[in-house]
């Protein structure tokens, strides 16, 4: 191109440029020009923000499309900028030519050519990036000032709205205490209108008559913020109670004035005096109520502790086997009766200051073990580690009130339980200081659970108090437990504290002093054991740290494993060395590797064979003892572990050793052999290893495992489907029950997780059965489980022999050389899965009676709910006990939701216990739950409201019923 052309275009170029204060249209006049008349490939200009930059123009458009050439672009923007001293780069683009031009304080230019430049035209182009540069920063600027003004528009806005439309009176006055200007609401408060009181003393208007003595104008003009309550006059001279709060107004820097807010608290300071009266009846009320009850606590326990004591005379006789379950059920319900009456009566007693301490001497290492044993129940089916810790160093024989002291520990542990998912109960107790005749305890006890805002610390400790006061809340309880506790840590001379966040657990904590007995008993272990060698295996490692503490004050000498992997290489290294422990102690549930498998492979080397292996398992009670001996184990404890126990197991395990190993295998068989429950048939050729029940009912989920204890070696629960999917990517599992309706994520989604899950690791030809359990049993509903992926469907209420029929249709039993379950539903049987599940469901379907009526159904259809539990009078107690003891709780969460008219809610809540009530045989509870549920669907709260009142009468039937028919077969419920 000639000099003459490039000085016509750049000319072109440069009026394009020219008379624009918007970027986007200054750029959109000259961009297109550089690619037309400079015959440019593409070019784009870009701002610079910070590290990073903005494109503000590319053509083609094409070329801000991906995501890549982007990126491409504000590199190439950077390595411009990087060249300092220069004004230009130009550098390769593929087979292009890439020219970049610097825009100080703003950007830079990039143009792109087939061909380079002529040297001469970049010298006479840099005048024109230079104007470019200039002018769009002009618009910037421009840009950034009209933004700035749209801002103080809007803000402007906002106050004028707020100052116009706020609940409270407003008035702004100058330096000198002149009003300038007020809101309605002021005027609607006190009177005046503006025009009336512009430039009058705002003090003289709010106060015509000067009967107050503080004014808060003058503080406000000294430059202070002021909130005071005052009294305040009206127009008409009526005196209002008001919050006043206001503060200085600044102009330029410059005191101008100040604003003023009332808020009128007149009702407020009336309510609060009616509350400090009503207050006051109230505590003297509180306080004639304790005192009656503390004077009543002999006349109510007296009749309680004869049917006890009579109960205990009868355990004595001779009795039948079937007589002796029923008087074990007798026990626990008085004994729960017992407690419950004196947990109200010790509350009562603590406010009146009549409770007293009976010191005892006992044993404070047993006690404490015998507290987490028993709370080991309450933990049966969730993933929590019950872990008790004696300080070995301790003395243990103490004298002081140890029944105090367990409803203490009780209490803090039962809490724990309560709020804690999964993870670890931690009871420490350590001696902080001994002396001769006395010794100073902490107790504390910590758990991994939903943690306590700091600002309820102080607040859980009050009566009748809990963490969460929202009608969704998802933990019961009257909130006495850790004030009653808080008051008998002060009266053994302690004080009850917290440690806690929001999900980072809690711990709860004291110190009390207690004299020490004078025959305290040796702490020493028998001699044998001294100089032993030991391997202690945990993933735990809490319980790692006080199992190997207690094996040291032994005087064995311990190596500590985390892992079964760990623990297989340590035994591999001893025996490169030709040594061996002479006891190994491991955890059951472990990841990856659990105790049991590690075990099998330790026996199958002889070199390891006399070995005595130990199992500690927080599970227990969902293992069969025969398992642990079929791995090789010689005896195993529940956790939380009593060290008296663990050394009298390695006692035994050790002179078992020495009488000969034979004896224990026979038991082992004796005991599989005891262990195995009468079942249906059909199901006795099926074992499954691992079955995964997703389900948010407790009731429902009890049912469903007490249903399979005979069928599964280890069950595993989740109470939503989120839960279950993540449980199901981190285990193997050979089976899963599905509810389809849970929270957060129902059963259909989980099961489409579950396939997704399974493909990407291509297990498509190798997929678990999905048995979905759902109360609903309409065609529809079916074919949404069989399209979500699941491979079968039961309805609700359960029964096991259908559950067993169903889990029998998908399985076979084959043993081979690992002993492994096989699966029926090989790919080949893919092809018509579908159509044999509808079928065998629809045939099920045809079999059950007629939908009744409601004049029909019964109040507790007892011989279905027997039957549902194969006449196990043990089982079905349990399960009715749970019932009922829920269903007030679940009646009151149904009308909270209708109270708020929450639809959700009320749904939710009415679903819950309508499936409860259909495994429980609750049958018109179950349809006024129904009714419950359709009318809020259709926002009838009239209905829901009137079906909630025939709930709550139907639900005392019901328990009449229920008490009835099980006191009329013995059992007290």
């Known amino acids: 191109m000639r000099s003459e052309l490039y000085k016509d ?16 249209k200054l750029l959109q006049g000259c961009v297109p020009l550089f690619l037309r008349k400079l015959d440019c490939i593409s070019c784009a200009v870009l701002s610079q923000k910070g590290d990073t930059f903005d494109i503000e123009m590319v053509m083609p458009r094409a070329m801000a499309a991906g995501d890549n050439l982007q990126q491409d672009l504000k590199s190439r923007a950077q390595d411009v900028l990087s060249h300092v001293n220069r004004e230009w780069v130009d550098s390769p683009w593929g087979n292009r030519i890439c020219y970049g031009f610097i825009m100080p304080e703003f950007g830079v230019l990039l143009l792109i050519r087939s061909t380079p430049f002529e040297k001469y035209f970049i010298n006479e182009f840099l005048p024109l990036v230079k104007m470019l ?145 009503a207050l006051k009846n109230a505590r003297a009320a509180s306080k ?189 309880g009257t909130g006495l437990g850790l004030a009653t506790s808080r008051h008998l840590t002060r009266i053994m001379g302690g004080e009850l504290k917290v440690n806690s966040s929001p999900g980072q657990g809690a711990e709860f904590y004291f110190e009390i002093d207690m004299p020490l007995a004078s025959d305290q008993e040796p702490g020493k272990a028998p001699p044998a054991l001294s100089g032993l060698n030991a391997l202690v295996v945990d993933d735990n490692k809490i319980n790692l740290r006080i199992i190997s503490e207690s094996l040291k004050s032994w005087g064995i000498e311990i190596k500590q494993a985390q892992s079964a992997f760990q623990a297989l290489d340590i035994l591999k290294e001893m025996k490169s060395r030709d040594h061996k422990p002479d006891i190994i102690i491991t955890d059951h549930a472990m990841p990856e590797m ?78 599989a052999h005891e262990n195995k429950s009468p079942g249906l048939s059909r199901s006795r050729v099926i074992t499954l290893k ?70 990407e690791q ?81 045939d099920k379907n045809s079999q059950q009676p007629p939908e009744m009526s409601a004049s029909e159904k019964m109040i507790f259809n007892s011989r279905e709910f027997i039957e549902r539990y194969e006449n196990d009078l043990e089982i079905a107690a349990e399960i009715m006990n749970d019932f009922l003891e829920d269903m007030p709780g679940a009646i009151s969460r149904i009308k909270n939701g209708a109270e708020s008219k929450d639809e959700h809610v009320t749904d939710r809540s009415a679903h819950k216990l309508k499936g409860s009530a259909s495994y429980i045989g609750a049958e018109i509870i179950n349809q006024i739950c129904e009714d419950i549920m359709w009318s809020a669907l259709m926002n009838e709260w009239d209905n829901v409201r009137s079906e909630i009142e025939k709930l709550e009468t139907e639900s005392g039937r019901f328990q009449k019923e229920a008490r009835a028919f099980f006191l009329n077969k013995g059992v007290t419920i």
């Open 133 to 277: 540069t200039r002018a769009c920063r002009s618009c910037i600027e421009v840009r950034k000032r009209l933004e700035a003004e749209q801002l103080v528009l809007t803000q402007k806005a906002h106050f004028e709205s707020l100052f116009t439309n706020t609940n409270d009176a407003m008035v702004y006055f100058d330096e000198n205490n002149k009003i300038f200007n007020i809101n309605r609401r002021f005027t609607a408060m006190f009177g005046y209108e503006l025009d009336e009181i512009m430039g009058r003393d705002i003090n003289l208007i709010v106060d015509p008559e000067q009967k107050e003595r503080e004014y808060g104008s003058k503080r406000i003009l000294s430059g202070k913020n002021i909130e005071m309550e005052a009294v305040r006059y009206t127009r008409t001279g009526k005196a209002l109670n008001v919050l006043l709060k206001g503060g200085p107004v600044h102009v330029k820097g410059r005191l101008s004035g100040g604003y003023a807010i009332y808020s009128d608290i007149t009702e407020k300071k009336k309510a609060e005096v009616e509350l400090i009266e």
């Open 690 to 759: 691992n079955v995964l029940v997703a389900e948010d009912n407790h009731i429902n989920r009890k049912s469903i495992q007490m249903m399979l204890r005979d069928l599964a070696e280890d069950i595993k629960f989740a109470e939503n489907g989120l839960q279950a999917v993540d449980m199901f990517k981190k285990n193997t599992f050979e089976l899963i029950l599905m509810d389809v309706q849970m929270p957060i994520m129902d059963g259909l989604d989980a099961a489409r997780e579950i396939r997704k899950f399974e493909t």
């Open 762 to 842: 291509g297990k498509f030809h190798r997929q678990v059965p999905i048995i979905a359990l759902t109360a609903n049993a309409m065609p529809g509903d079916r074919e949404k489980c069989i399209n979500a992926g699941m491979t079968d469907y039961i309805t609700k209420p359960v029964r096991k022999k259908n559950l067993m029929d169903i889990i029998s249709a998908h399985y076979s039993y084959t043993k081979g050389a690992d002993q492994q379950d096989v699966f029926k539903n090989e790919a080949q049987q893919d092809a018509h899965k579908v159509q044999s599940v509808t079928r065998h469901q629809s």
């Open 288 to 476: 004639a109520k304790s005192e009656f009850l503390a004077n009543m606590s002999h006349e109510i326990r007296t009749p309680l502790n004869g049917v006890v004591s009579m109960i205990n005379l009868i355990e004595e006789t001779e009795l039948t086997a079937e007589q002796r379950d029923y008087l074990d059920m007798a026990v626990v319900s008085a004994d729960s009766l017992l407690g419950i009456i004196n947990d109200i009566l010790d509350f009562s007693k603590i406010e009146a200051g009549k409770m007293e301490l009976a010191a005892r001497k006992f044993d404070l290492e047993y006690e404490s073990g015998r507290v987490m044993a028993i709370l080991s129940g309450r933990t049966m089916d969730r993933d929590i580690e019950l872990i008790t810790r004696f300080d070995v160093n301790a003395p243990r024989m103490v004298v002081a009130d140890n029944l105090r002291l367990r409803q203490i520990l009780f209490n803090l542990g039962g809490n724990a339980i309560k709020f804690t998912e999964s993870g670890y109960i931690l009871l420490d107790i350590r001696c902080v200081h001994k002396g001769s005749d006395h010794a100073r305890f902490r107790f504390s006890v910590k758990d991994t659970g939903i943690g306590i805002p700091e600002e309820k610390h102080e607040e859980i400790f009050e009566h009748f108090t809990q963490a969460d006061y929202s009608s969704t809340r998802r933990f019961g």
């Open 594 to 671: 659990d105790g049991l498998e590690m075990a099998s492979i330790i026996k199958k080397d002889n070199y390891w064979k006399d070995i005595p292996l130990i199992a500690l398992s927080s599970f227990w009670g969902n293992v069969k003892p025969a398992k642990f001996y079929e791995n090789g184990f010689s005896s195993f404890l529940p956790k939380p572990v009593n060290r008296s126990d663990l050394m009298d197991v390695i006692i035994n395990c050790l002179n078992g050793l020495k009488e000969g190993c034979q004896q224990t295998e026979k038991n082992a068989q004796g005991r």
């Open 9 to 24: 275009v750049l000319l072109e170029i440069a009026l394009s440029i020219s008379g624009e204060f918007q970027i986007d």
